[in-house]
């Protein structure tokens, strides 16, 4: 009986760190995304366990997503919605090696030419 108590502390833990949700605003941050604490972040009081453990890992070196997940016993789903929240509260920041997207409503074609245009100059130096 112990065990499935257990089990069941488990499971329904990480639905509670994450106030039900499986999905965040960018919980699609890749799992090589490093973690930095913004420097004010560490010191702050009233954060949940999770935030102030991932904030004392991130305080002294950039951490990813995935160490994230191992060091905390968390499920990657429940770290990267944990991290993309407290980027948005501002107590740490994401670096990533994705491109940032920009929707200017060019065609690809028009985006293309531009970038061609970029190349001729730079080799024209």
Do not use: F, K, W
Request: charge should be negative.
């Amino acid at each position: 009986m112990s065990e499935h108590i257990e089990y069941e502390a488990r499971t329904v833990r990480p639905y509670a760190v994450t106030g039900g949700r499986v999905r965040s605003a960018r919980s699609d941050l890749p799992l090589e995304a490093l973690v930095e604490a913004l420097p004010d972040a560490v010191s702050r009081q009233g954060l949940p366990p999770e935030r102030r453990s991932i904030l004392q890992h991130a305080a002294h070196t950039y951490i990813s997503v995935a160490e994230l997940s191992a060091l905390l016993h968390l499920p990657i789903g429940v770290v990267r919605i944990l991290v993309s929240d407290m980027s948005d509260q501002q107590l740490v920041r994401v670096h990533t090696s994705q491109p940032v997207e920009v929707n200017t409503g060019e065609s690809p074609a028009l985006s293309l030419s531009v970038l061609e245009s970029v190349l001729n100059g730079i080799s024209a130096l």
